[in-house]
């Protein structure tokens, strides 16, 4: 058996704790699962469901806790973050000057419009 030391134990909890806030979703599927089911049945499926569930996120968040220890994946996973703060830096400069555009009265009308139809 693994015993994970206690800086482990925390981070393997606040995992838990960020997926049980973002499962909510998973409360609404199991509904719509079940709401075709005789009602005898519906209260057995829907914890089923999501008692599945719960598990499956828990079993996830001890692999996602693994992988953590990977030197090149938490590497890879900082560059891909860097690469999303890069391309949101980008587009929020092209925002800012289209707005500049705009607000010195060219005729920049439709490439303000595509811009913001984009985002």
């Given at each position: 058996m693994y015993a994970m030391p206690l800086g482990e134990k925390l981070a393997f909890f606040q995992?838990?704790?960020?997926?049980?806030?973002?499962?909510?979703?998973?409360?609404?599927?199991v509904g719509m699962a079940v709401a075709g089911l005789p009602q005898a049945l519906r209260?057995?499926?829907s914890?089923?469901?999501?008692?599945?569930?719960?598990?499956?996120?828990?079993?996830?968040?001890?692999?996602?806790?693994?992988?953590l220890h990977l030197t090149g994946l938490t590497l890879a996973g900082?560059?891909?973050l860097l690469l999303v703060g890069w391309k949101l830096y980008r587009e929020l400069r092209h925002r800012h000057k289209a707005?500049?555009?705009?607000?010195?009265?060219?005729?920049?009308?439709?490439?303000?419009?595509?811009?913001?139809?984009?985002?």
């Amino acid at each position: 058996m693994y015993a994970m030391p206690l800086g482990e134990k925390l981070a393997f909890f606040q995992i838990i704790l960020i997926d049980l806030s973002l499962a909510g979703d998973n409360a609404i599927v199991v509904g719509m699962a079940v709401a075709g089911l005789p009602q005898a049945l519906r209260h057995r499926a829907s914890s089923l469901g999501i008692g599945a569930a719960a598990l499956l996120r828990a079993c996830l968040a001890l692999f996602a806790l693994d992988i953590l220890h990977l030197t090149g994946l938490t590497l890879a996973g900082g560059l891909l973050l860097l690469l999303v703060g890069w391309k949101l830096y980008r587009e929020l400069r092209h925002r800012h000057k289209a707005q500049q555009v705009q607000t010195a009265g060219l005729i920049a009308e439709p490439l303000v419009t595509k811009t913001l139809g984009q985002a």
